[in-house]
């Protein structure tokens, strides 16, 4: 079954659900995920302040958050430079600056797995809770390519460079504690209690100034993007499409075995795919 996202119409309280849902890959984004999250949530900020939802709660389906991207769709496009490019720039980029520009309250209710594309989704969130058992990650180095320009500034804007850097380049995967302890989440709650815990922080924000948190959410906006990168400095970044590197590191998980770059032998690994 394709994998979808929706808005849940908000409820008597104001509150409004955005769901992934991509059965039998934890929710993991396809290319039509990453649109259809740009256009609901585009027209979501279409909306006047006075209409729509106060808050929103970002969750995945079935007690999974959402488990990267949809790898087997990869060898469509990722080993032309340009289609490549179109991936990250149009496609991925578009959604998550249209979470970011979001003047309305985004709560991530994390279960299970984020990591790749759903740790820049929940970064893009407000306020983030997760389970005791949820990790985070971007272990994209094990599938030999690095994560995009753009998708770098909106994550080290929230977890900060030194965290990125263990993550990208450990390729680490990080459990609950850790990833409260570099302020990648907000809290952490049993596993149990999460979706209420959601809850109860999105009607916390729903009974207070609809302006105040828009201005406070644009300012802080302002102030995260006051140093950003061109198209022109981000263009060479994508020159790595055809590599072998990226050829295999995608090959090897669409084959169900470990990766070989180079002379390095592959640890055996139960993570989560990116």
Not at 23 to 50: C, F, I, T, Y
Not at 134 to 152: H, T
């Amino acid at each position: 079954m394709a994998g979808h996202v929706v808005l849940l119409t908000a409820d008597g309280h104001g509150i409004a659900r955005l769901q992934f849902s991509h059965p039998g890959k934890l929710n993991a984004l396809s290319v039509q995920m990453w649109r259809d999250l740009r256009a609901l949530v585009e027209e979501l900020n279409a909306l006047p302040a006075a209409q729509g939802p106060r808050v929103i709660i970002v969750q995945g389906d079935g007690g999974s958050f959402v488990a990267g991207a949809d790898i087997e769709e990869f060898p469509d496009f990722r080993f032309d430079t340009d289609t490549l490019a179109h991936y990250h720039e149009e496609v991925v980029a578009p959604a998550l600056n249209a979470l970011l520009d979001c003047e309305r309250p985004l709560v991530a209710q994390i279960e299970g797995a984020c990591v790749g594309g759903g740790l820049e989704i929940a970064a893009c969130c407000d306020i983030r809770l997760c389970g005791e058992s949820s990790r985070f990650g971007v272990p994209i180095a094990k599938l030999g390519f690095p994560m995009a320009p753009l998708e770098i500034e909106i994550v080290a804007r929230v977890i900060g460079e030194t965290c990125l850097r263990e993550l990208l380049l450990e390729a680490r995967v990080l459990n609950a504690t850790e990833a409260h302890q570099r302020g990648l989440v907000t809290r952490v709650v049993p596993d149990a209690q999460v979706a209420a815990e959601a809850r109860r922080s999105a009607e916390a924000m729903a009974v207070l100034s609809p302006q105040a948190l828009r201005l406070n959410k644009r300012a802080l906006r302002q102030f995260g993007r006051a140093h950003g990168s061109s198209a022109d400095e981000r263009a060479p970044h994508y020159a790595y499409a055809p590599s072998a590197e990226h050829r295999e590191g995608l090959a090897a998980f669409n084959e169900k075995r470990p990766a070989r770059f180079g002379s390095a032998t592959p640890p055996d690994t139960d993570e989560p795919s990116p």
